[in-house]
């Protein structure tokens, strides 16, 4: 659809046919299942395009306002398909031939609207009356010529001597000085007057204004009164110059107007002294000067400032301080548009977050490292928990969190919520914790969170206790934002209270009692010599007595049956009987008087396996006299290793190791020329998936080939084909 429209045309609206795909009038649309946007042909003939955003009407209502880009159904039932649109100023703006308006949408056929821009609004010649009747060619004539009064400004003939003239009677006084009564064309023609050139001057010169006109050779003299003569005169000496002089002024020369064939450029123009003159006087003065000492005409100064406003508004720069409308688009990688968003793409700038307000109000690690968390990001939290407390019942331990900031100062108390601290505490082997202090307010310092506590007996604190320590719901808060250090859960830490060194000057050698009080050295050593558990005869006292004398260095011979068999018998798989004595065998073996090396030279051999398993003891669990150290450990670990549950840690910990040096540290190949097996082994499995991302691919319309190491031998290769819709690449088989 094409149309003319007068340039510079406001508040225009249209209707517009929609229909889908399929050719069908669409009907029921909404201004949001629409696109729009619009192209101009600029006078310098350069192609603009700019989308606009349709909008819905106020009410909406088909009588509603004109709303630029304002879109609305007229009637699906009367009018299936037929919208209202209403265009934009922006469209009709002088600069352009033409401009053309595009509806688009999901399903829907493009819809084009072309406007011819035109310097006056089209308007129709003749109407038909109210029958519908068009008047005749001399109806017209006569109609126009009737209304010559109204029509006076048509093509460029205008009223040549008052109101009711007609356009007859003006081209009659253009012909003669009787209504055209005595005008022959033969020789009052313009073209006959333009061809014969032998009429007197006075055809051509109204005698009055002018002065006297006088003619001779080359010359053609005005004369005036007041003003002195004015000569024009076409030399030889040079060649075609006429020269305009006045008595008493300078003159004027111009040279090489026009020569026979062809004109010829301006040269040697001298300007004569212009006289001042009121009128003159006054137009200069309204054009604007430069010198800040010379006041600015009030009407140019008006006309200039208004152009510029213009120039402005049509640029939208006024919303730069004024309030910008819903529609005003700032236009991509322009500045604005390059200084708010990613390479100057317009769409992608949201005020709610890219503002310089919403980034100030942020003031999280965006604003600082664009990590994404918190103001934590910035804060360092120190905590300041002695790694052992000693169990002085007057001395004041001090539990705290320090708190330093990279960018800023310190927090201060004001920003601070201390929040709580639970202390609990556990004995030596104990399997349970018993509470101390629960949940009791902590305290605050520029940088610190803390808390005081004696850790004392009256509270119930003993040496070697394990101590937890909980705080909970400590944060800072800056800027009413609220940035939380712990949580109600809290953060625990963990130390213990020292217990007394043995060893030491003053130090205990056994465990106080339940009061504190320790025993002193003479209690501990009666304690054990008066021990009568420990030993058979009662107590050391005894034993040592029943042992025979001997120098130092010599054999130490027992006292006789110092060795009960109370203590030693069979039953107790000790090779003596009952009524054996220690001083007359040692071993049933052996005699009185034997050494270790004696005796050991009569042992019998390694049981075998038969009278070992007769003893229920798997042979297994035994080593040969002839193994090394190394054998021997190697034999226990294996023996010692559980049957059944998990490893111990000792044997978690090689494991781990001996995995990770496979993955670490032990290499292996690529996998070679073969197809790739659909079962195979985990360390192949990853070797093609590491061959496939380092070695040379090569691939083209047929197929993918993988080659070797060496980049020389295709090791694997698949098929590949694309019908249009769908990829397909086969399974990878062997090379090459």
Known sequence: MKQEVKIDQADYTIFILVRDTSGNAKTAL????????????????????????????????????HLDWGFLEVAAADHPGLYRLDIADAVFATGAWSSVVTLTGAGLEPSHCEFMLVPEEPYSRI??????????????????????????????????????????????????????????????????????????????TIVGDLGTVQSADNNTILSHADYGNAKLVRSTTPA????????????????????????????????????????????????????????????????????????????????????????????????????????????????????LEAIRVRGDAAWITGGGGGISDILNVQSMIP????????????????????????????????????????????????????????????????????????????????????????????????????????????????????GTNGANTTVPDAAGVAPTADEVRDAILDDATRFSGGNIDVAISSRGTADAGDAMNLAADAIKAVSYDETSAFPLKADDSAATQIARVGADGDTLETLSDQIDDVPTVAEFNARTIVSAGYVVVGDTIAGVTTATNLTNAPTSGDLTATMKTSVNTEVLDVLNTDTFAEPGQEAPPATTSLVKKIGYLYKF????????????????????????????????TDFTRGKFGSGP
């Open 30 to 65: 909404a201004f949001g299942d629409i696109d729009l946007a619009y192209a101009r042909v600029e006078t310098d003939n350069d192609v603009t395009t700019t989308d606009v955003a349709p909008v819905d009407l106020v009410t909406p209502l088909l009588t509603d306002p």
């Open 127 to 204: 109407v038909p009356d109210a029958a519908g009747v068009a008047p005749t060619a001399v109806e017209n004539r006569q109609e126009m010529d009737n209304n010559s009064t109204e029509l006076a400004k048509i093509g460029t003939i205008p009223a040549l001597d008052g109101a009711g003239q007609t356009i007859g009677a003006a081209i009659g006084k253009l012909a003669d000085d009787n209504a055209g009564a005595t005008f022959d064309a033969g020789t009052d023609s313009l073209n006959k007057i333009r061809d014969d050139r032998t009429l007197p001057a006075a055809d051509y």
């Open 240 to 355: 075609n110059k006429l020269d305009v002089s006045a008595t008493g002024e300078a003159g004027l020369d111009f040279d090489n107007i026009k020569d026979a064939t062809a004109p010829h450029a301006l040269t040697n123009i001298t300007v004569p002294v212009v006289t001042t003159n009121t009128d003159t006087a006054i137009e200069l003065a309204k054009v604007p000067k430069s010198d800040s000492n010379v006041s600015w005409n009030a009407t140019a100064l008006g006309a200039i400032e208004g152009e510029v406003d213009d120039a402005i508004a049509t640029a939208k720069l006024d919303h730069l301080v004024q309030t910008a409308a819903a529609e005003d688009e700032v236009a991509d990688n322009s500045i604005i548009a390059r200084l708010a968003a990613t390479e100057g793409d317009w769409s992608e700038y949201n005020d709610e977050n890219h503002s």
């Open 387 to 502: 790694n052992e407390i000693d169990l002085a019942n007057t001395v004041t331990i001090r539990l705290a969190l320090g708190l330093t900031n990279m960018l800023d100062d310190l927090p201060s108390t004001v920003e601070i919520t201390p929040g709580t601290i639970t202390i609990d505490r556990k004995a030596i082997g104990g399997t349970s914790w018993t509470n101390i202090e629960n949940a009791v307010a902590c305290s605050e310092a520029a940088g610190l969170i803390y808390y005081d506590e004696v850790f004392d007996t009256g509270a119930g604190y003993l040496e070697g206790d394990s101590i937890r320590i909980t705080f909970k719901s400590q944060k800072i808060t800056v800027a009413a934002n609220d940035y939380e250090i712990t949580d109600a859960t809290g953060w625990i830490f963990q130390t213990s209270i020292r217990q007394t060194m043995v």
């Open 693 to 724: 991302l380092r070695n040379k691919i090569i691939t083209d319309a047929t197929g993918v080939e993988v080659y070797n190491d060496a980049g020389a031998v295709v090791d694997q290769k698949s098929t590949i084909s694309d019908d249009g």
